[in-house]
């Protein structure tokens, strides 16, 4: 390209490849996703989230004795200090629940104890404690919106009981705490999406893993991305019933709106994790007795294909069956946010290792160069 040809721009990087990774794999063609080379079906159907954060961030599956000591060590990091204990109840709680976990994390970096060298162990270890203290700040957030006290951590559940417990009191049923796993799972790691790029291009100027997942979670809060789960449950609350499906989507085309939980940057045939998550929720509603959302859902995603051909993503079975599981809407995105931490940090150790500034060219369109008046 000479200086005077115009640069080709691809306009939100779609379709550039912009480096390599180990961590994940997605095969639009094949409707294919492997974490570190294991498909995420299998992982889903056989593995705890624990097992599948040790995958992601050391490249095997644990063997027991490996998984006993992580899961030491994650159970006994749990709790929020009392710094972060006052932080958080000082946070207005009528702002949007992904603002505390941004905000706690962001505090969660002025107090770390490690040095702030990114060796890959530093880095393990602050991406540890992250994982462990997430669920406590989002369950305890979650609490105080519906004016209860928090409930402290319990050592003798895994991570997705302990949460549960933490927002509800109790231990749901295996029926629903598998399927939220299953969710926890799914949501973990999906290669160079916007919120990962985001840590990857903070880790690139060499700044610290704290700052690289708060820039992550502010990615990830925008309804292209993870804040679909919310927007699909509050669409489904507005469509009340599978008979009013046709006349919704007629206003909503008619208007030119996007509809939530639909369609995705890479996969144009279906995201290959929603037979997974769909299965969870067809679970979930059985088991409940409360099939209206399901209804919805299979009416929405057929009307959708029959008249767009576009296809649900992971965000449209996960906003249902977390509103069946309890949870408050604006906890959704926040939930993914406990998963995704895990696939962020596990990008922001690939790319320190690796490093190279992320730094792309812009074409300017602005107006030519003239004097200041003086
Ligand atoms: C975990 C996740 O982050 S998964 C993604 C979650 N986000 C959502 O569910 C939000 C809704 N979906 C979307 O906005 C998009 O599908 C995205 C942003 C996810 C991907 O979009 P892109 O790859 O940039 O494609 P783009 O938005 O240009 O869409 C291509 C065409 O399909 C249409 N389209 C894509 N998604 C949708 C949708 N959900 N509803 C209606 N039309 C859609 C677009 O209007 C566009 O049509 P046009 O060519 O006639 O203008
Ligand atoms: O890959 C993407 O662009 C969005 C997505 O599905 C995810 O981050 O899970």
Redesign the pocket.
Same mark, same amino acid.
């Given at each position: 390209m000479t200086s005077t040809e115009a640069p080709e721009i691809r @306009? +939100?990087l *779609?379709g550039v490849v912009v480096d390599n990774t180990a961590i994940s794999k997605v095969v639009p063609e094949t409707n294919s996703l492997t974490y570190r080379g294991y498909a995420v079906q299998d992982l889903a159907a056989h593995c705890s989230f624990e097992e599948v954060a040790y995958l992601l961030w050391h490249g095997e599956l644990p063997t027991p004795s490996q998984l006993q000591q992580f899961s030491q060590k994650e159970r006994a990091s749990r709790r929020l200090d009392r710094a972060g204990e006052s932080v958080l109840t000082r946070i207005p709680d009528n702002c949007h629940p992904m603002d505390v976990c941004r905000t706690m994390i962001s505090f969660l970096g002025t107090t770390d104890p490690d040095e702030d060298v990114p060796t890959p162990q530093a880095n393990l270890a602050k991406a540890q404690r992250m994982f462990a203290v997430l669920p406590t700040i989002v369950a305890a957030d979650m609490r105080r919106r519906r004016g209860l006290e928090p409930i402290a951590p319990h050592h003798g559940y895994g991570y997705a009981e302990n949460f549960l417990n933490m927002c509800f009191g109790s231990v749901p049923d295996p029926v629903i705490v598998k399927a939220f796993e299953q969710s926890l799972i799914l949501?973990a790691e999906?290669s160079f999406? *916007?919120?990962t790029f985001a840590a990857r291009v903070v880790t690139s100027t060499t700044s610290d893993i704290y700052s690289a997942v708060t820039a992550a979670i502010g990615a &990830?809060k925008g309804? &292209?991305? +993870?804040? *679909?789960?919310e *927007? !699909?449950m509050h669409d489904m609350i507005d469509i009340d019933r599978p008979e009013r499906v046709t006349e919704w989507l007629d206003g909503?085309?008619e208007r @030119?709106? @996007?509809?939530? +939980? #639909?369609?995705?940057? !890479?996969y @144009?045939n279906g995201?290959s994790r929603v037979p997974t998550m769909h299965e969870a929720l067809v679970r979930v509603s059985d088991h409940l007795g409360e099939p209206k959302w399901l209804a919805i859902y299979d009416e929405l995603a057929r009307q959708?294909d029959e008249r767009?051909g576009?296809k649900?993503? &992971?965000?449209?079975p996960t906003g249902p069956a977390y509103h069946l599981m309890g949870f408050d809407i604006g906890s959704f995105t926040p939930i #993914?946010v406990m998963a995704r931490v895990t696939g962020w940090t596990a990008h922001i150790i690939e790319q320190t290792g690796d490093n190279a500034l992320i730094r792309p060219l812009s074409a300017y369109n602005g107006s030519p160069q003239r004097p200041v008046k003086a």
């Open positions: @306009k +939100g *779609a949501y999906h999406n *916007a919120s &990830l309804s &292209l991305h +993870g804040g *679909a789960n *927007a !699909v909503m085309r @030119k709106e @996007k509809i939530m +939980g #639909f369609g995705h940057r !890479v @144009k995201d959708m767009t576009i649900p993503n &992971l965000d449209f #993914f």
